[in-house]
């Protein structure tokens, strides 16, 4: 059920790169934000969990658009190293103001507490399944909003070929900031999912970095498709791998994917060839 | 007070050893190592466990530590120099989280996440705390003045104007017949050695290391005293070292005096500045306290090298 949790921050890395062309290491942070927008509309403002996940979305969204156009846009001028950099300054910033506010203790959302359900001697805890079927839709809404919203088409038009783009009048600016908006969305919404699955600390989107970056490059940086194949493969063999290895050793699956797709087919299983 | 004062001195050195690692890879060849820590890490942990394990000289467990530190970034640089420097950004940051849960996992090895301790510190034994943290100082000095002409004579060998021309644009290199890749993986490698021998330095100080130390934060603070001090220059490197660890230190004396913050929100708010400051140098892109100087003294300032400093 990694799968669920990590599918969204994998496709806002996704879309950030194929639209901007680097790698922004703060999604996680803004995971790590949504996380805590929802829980603080959740258990302070006592609204039920759907609310509380679309602020989580709206508030990482805000967030990403504002740190992006702010913080990381001067930044892209100078290179993909500095970009890097700063990105990886963002994320132990944001994971600091979160710490400063919040404290490192654990927090839980209030969830009603349900009875697991058993399916032909396999456990399945409700919440997974919920998880499982928000972020589908999530996903389902994204295609069809770059399918059919003429922002949507903007943005695939920019990540295609931009200097096309360009010259055909699409406002690159404009894309810019949809896309930052959606991928931290996205991943701010993976986030409370992911902290409504286990809980919710200032680390909680560091810990899961690797596998979705692992999940991003074995299925194509840049590839939509490919972030969905490769969620789902990343999420599959974690939780597969804990039939063999100890649960500390999860990540190391990711780590391992990350050094073998880089050597063996660096453009991923979906992406074109960079 | 003096034990601090030199405690902060010795700081200062191990941080301008680091920086020295880190400009030959970021400053001069213009490569990015999100997991500067990572290889900081292995130095440390190599050094230590020789020393306390298989009962190595200090100085030989510190080798072994470089060697074993450049060796790992030559693995790194040698899967994914080739590629986009997005993925060695990706790479790099694996690598280090690797070394990381490694450490703490490995417990017959590392001792998990309690750490090391008692690692043997050169004549610890035989000299006061105040003695023997004035030898240090005098060692830590002695071995960052060694990097510094090292790296100072190889940034400046026909090697070194390779790696920036590299930097500058690969593509020249390679019409030249420079093999791009070789340099890139040699440099790196170099890097990760010295920075390497920073983490052995740093453990046979304080003698207790844990895995938690080896944070990406930590990544972040060398990278600083970089950019502080002025990229792609060695000097910069050290005065950079120096003014970041007052800078850091300077934190620490000013958050007691405002009430009501728990150590917790302490801490988060000095990491905080760190991370603010670090954006605000990279934004600002100034060259830093010491531009790197020209190769040819009478290049026109718009083809002057430190133009593109930070373009890749």
């Known amino acids: 059920m990694t799968t669920s949790s990590i599918v969204l921050p994998t496709i806002g890395l996704t879309l950030i790169f194929a639209v901007f062309r680097y790698l922004n290491f703060a999604l996680m942070a803004h995971a790590t934000l949504g996380a805590y927008a929802g829980f603080v509309a959740n258990t302070t403002l006592g609204l039920p969990i759907l609310p509380s996940l679309i602020t989580a979305f709206v508030v990482a969204g805000i967030i990403g658009y504002t740190s992006d156009r702010y913080i990381l846009r001067s930044l892209r001028a100078s290179g993909t190293v500095t970009t890097a950099i700063g990105s990886i300054a963002l994320t132990i910033g944001i994971e600091n103001l979160l710490r400063f506010g919040f404290g490192n203790t654990l927090q839980g959302y209030s969830l009603p507490m349900r009875r697991d359900w058993w399916f032909e001697g396999v456990r399945i805890a409700p919440q997974q399944v919920e998880n499982l079927i928000i972020g589908l839709i999530a996903v389902v809404l994204l295609f069809g909003f770059l399918t059919y919203t003429r922002a949507g088409k903007a943005m695939r038009a920019v990540a295609d070929n931009r200097p096309l783009a360009d010259i055909k009048g699409v406002n690159a600016n404009r894309v810019y900031g949809w896309t930052s908006f959606l991928a931290m969305g996205l991943g701010g919404l993976g986030g409370m999912l992911l902290g409504m699955d286990t809980a919710v600390d200032p680390l909680l989107g560091y810990r899961t970095m690797v596998s979705v970056f692992a999940a991003a490059v074995l299925g194509g940086l840049g590839s939509m498709p490919g972030a969905l194949v490769g969620a789902l493969i990343i999420g599959l063999c974690e939780e597969l791998s804990l039939l063999v290895l100890p649960p500390s050793y999860r990540s190391v699956i990711g780590l391992l994917t990350i050094f073998i797709i880089l050597i063996v087919r660096p453009q991923g299983l979906l992406g074109r060839r960079t | 007070m003096e034990n601090y004062l030199i405690a902060m001195g010795v700081t200062v050195g191990i941080y301008a050893v680091m920086a020295l690692g880190l400009n030959i890879t970021w400053g001069t060849a213009g490569m990015v190592n999100l997991g500067a820590i990572g290889f900081v890490a292995i130095g440390a942990y190599t050094s230590a466990l020789s020393s306390i394990g298989l009962d190595l000289p200090i100085g030989v467990a510190m080798i072994a530590a470089t060697l074993i530190a450049g060796l790992a970034g030559a693995f790194v640089a040698a899967t994914t120099a080739g590629l986009r420097s997005d993925y060695l950004a990706i790479a790099t940051l694996a690598a280090s989280e690797t070394v990381r849960i490694v450490a703490t996992n490995e417990t017959w090895l590392t001792n998990g996440t309690d750490g090391i301790s008692g690692i043997p510190g050169p004549f610890r034994a035989m000299l006061s705390p105040l003695q023997f943290n004035c030898f240090y100082l005098a060692l830590v000095v002695v071995i960052a003045a060694c990097v510094y002409v090292l790296m100072q004579r190889l940034s400046y060998s026909p090697f070194g104007r390779v790696l920036r021309a590299i930097r500058d644009d690969d593509s020249v290199v390679e019409t ?137």
């Open chain 2, 176 to 312: 030249a017949g420079k093999s791009v890749l070789k340099a890139k993986v040699a440099a790196f490698s170099i890097g990760c050695g010295v920075l390497g021998l920073g983490g052995a330095l740093y453990a046979h100080y304080t003698s207790f290391i844990v895995p938690d130390l080896f944070v990406p934060l930590f990544t972040l603070y060398i990278k600083l005293s970089l950019l502080i001090g002025g990229i792609g220059n060695n000097r910069g490197g050290i005065a950079g070292a120096f003014m970041l660890v007052l800078f850091l230190e300077s934190t620490r004396f000013i958050f007691p005096y405002l009430p009501d913050l728990s150590p917790v929100q302490v801490a988060a708010a000095r990491e905080l500045l760190i991370c603010a400051a670090l954006l605000l140098v990279l934004k600002r892109r100034k060259r830093g306290l010491i531009p790197e100087p020209n190769d040819h003294r009478f290049l026109p300032t718009h083809f002057s090298n430190n133009n593109k400093n930070l373009a890749h």
